[in-house]
């Protein structure tokens, strides 16, 4: 990234933030490419000892932040005055309402505040900003809860991992970085269910996860390809498939009221009677790699979904979804894309994830045409909706 062009942007940027409403209105995208522009800018001034404080001080943000969180200062300060007002808080009047000692609460806060986490508005006087907010609720806090104590001793095992395996990647879904981080023969899905705080965590971050992103009806023009759709009362216009707790379900059926068709959400049988859903949204338990039981539905859409799998079991996920198509159906694939030269970073960091945890892989445009042809499909066309994540529905149709 060319350090003008980023220079350029951030004065841009400066002088939307000298009026608070100019700041509020800077579009989710241009932000993203702000961020990925200096991200890719500060990396560039490094020395190698910056570096090495960058990486040796990794894992210490999300221990702290656990601390803030489960010693009550989060939702504490949080919870005093509107975030972005200015009024601050003493250290001593913090500590005093959770029972802390002061000098303690004061360093956290300091640390918190270089993170971005809390505003310094004076020596030892800290505010609330939106950050402080957000986890101070249930979904950052199961984020911070499920990487903390699941994926970190994962991390732990990463170089003795590779090298007992002569620096291969995982062959099977057993035999990853997740059994030998959390002691165990399960597959990391399974292990997880057996788990319900576990699993509670993940799915509480799974609801934050595109916190404040664009989502792909954004860009995708649903009207226009279902102008030409025969609706009928027993097919369906929209499957979510494994799609959790049916948030996209909700959204869909907000966005669209006057939607015609059925709209079905399916997951395992574990999974679905946890979904609350508004009426007009059916729940279907099913396992994507044995059968996809609804026929010729207009669209059958998969959010992040693929990424959790090896290359043989999205081959049989999509030829399960093929055989219950017809001519006028279409695969809608909700996943990041990799580039394939110069990614952001985030992208890269899901792909290392996705490898360590459940052996699979983030893919590039050109994988994903790789697998689509193999199970007799094709991308018909994508949309990328966000910058930094690379998020992108592409949309799949028989060959």
Same mark, same amino acid.
């Not at 310094?120 to 006087?125: A, R, S, T």
């Not at 959400?265 to 007009?280: C, K, T």
């Given at each position: ?12 940027? $400066? ?8 700041? &509020? ?12 522009? =200096?991200?890719?800018?500060? #990396? ?7 570096? !090495? ?9 999300? /221990? ?22 200015? *009024? ?6 913090? /500590? ?5 000692? %002061? ?8 640390? =918190? ?30 984020? @911070?809860?499920? #990487? +903390?104590?699941?994926?970190?001793? *994962? ?8 090298? !007992? ?32 705080? *576990?699993?509670?965590? +993940? ?10 992103? !664009? ?20 097919? !369906?216009? #929209? ?17 669209? %009221? ?5 709209? *079905? ?7 679905? %009677?946890?979904?609350?859903?508004? %009426?007009?949204?059916?729940? /279907?338990?099913? &396992? +994507?790699?044995? &059968? ?6 207009? +669209?059958?859409?998969?959010?992040? @979904? =693929? ?7 999205? =081959?049989?996920?999509?030829?399960? $979804?093929?055989? /219950? ?5 279409? $695969?809608? $694939? ?44 094709? @991308? ?20």
């Amino acid at each position: 990234m060319e350090v003008s062009s980023t220079i350029n942007a951030l004065k841009e940027v $400066i002088t939307s933030f000298e009026s608070p409403a100019s700041a &509020n209105e800077l579009s989710t995208l241009k932000r993203e490419r702000l961020l990925a522009q =200096l991200s890719s800018l500060v #990396f560039k001034l490094e020395r190698p000892v910056d570096a !090495a404080n960058r990486l040796w001080a990794q894992q210490m943000p999300a /221990a702290m932040v656990k601390v803030a969180i489960e010693s009550g200062l989060i939702g504490e300060l949080a919870k005093r005055g509107e975030q972005g007002s200015g *009024v601050g808080h003493s250290e001593d009047e913090l /500590a005093k309402a959770i029972g802390a000692e %002061p000098s303690l609460i004061g360093r956290i806060l300091r640390y =918190l505040a270089a993170q971005g986490l809390v505003d310094e508005v004076d020596v030892g006087v800290f505010a609330a900003n939106e950050k402080t907010v957000a986890f101070a609720g249930s979904g950052f806090q199961g984020c @911070i809860e499920f #990487f +903390f104590d699941i994926i970190t001793p *994962v991390y732990q095992e990463i170089p003795a991992y590779f090298a !007992a395996r002569k620096y291969r990647s995982p062959a099977s879904v057993v035999d990853t970085a997740f059994q030998a981080g959390l002691k165990t023969s399960e597959p990391a899905f399974v292990w997880m269910q057996q788990r319900p705080e *576990v699993m509670g965590s +993940f799915m509480r971050y799974m609801t934050v996860q595109h916190y404040g992103k !664009a989502d792909w009806l954004t860009l995708f023009p649903l009207e226009k390809e279902l102008a030409t759709w025969t609706n009928s009362q027993e097919k !369906a216009v #929209f499957v979510d498939v494994g799609g959790g707790m049916g948030h996209q379900c909700v959204v869909l059926k907000q966005r669209y %009221p006057q939607l015609q068709g059925r709209v *079905v959400l399916q997951d395992l049988p574990e999974v679905i %009677p946890h979904a609350q859903l508004p %009426p007009g949204i059916e729940k /279907a338990a099913i &396992n +994507f790699l044995e &059968n996809q039981p609804e026929k010729g539905a207009k +669209f059958y859409y998969l959010r992040n @979904i =693929l990424h959790d799998w090896p290359d043989k079991d999205v =081959l049989t996920i999509l030829k399960n $979804i093929r055989d /219950a198509m017809d001519k006028d159906s279409r $695969i809608l $694939i909700d996943e990041l894309v990799l580039a394939a030269k110069g990614s952001p970073l985030l992208p890269l960091q899901m792909d290392i994830l996705m490898m360590l945890n459940v052996g699979a892989a983030e893919r590039t445009l050109e994988q994903w045409q790789a697998l689509f042809d193999q199970a007799g499909l094709k @991308i018909e066309n994508k949309y990328q909706y966000t910058e930094i994540s690379a998020d992108t529905l592409l949309v799949v149709a028989q060959k």
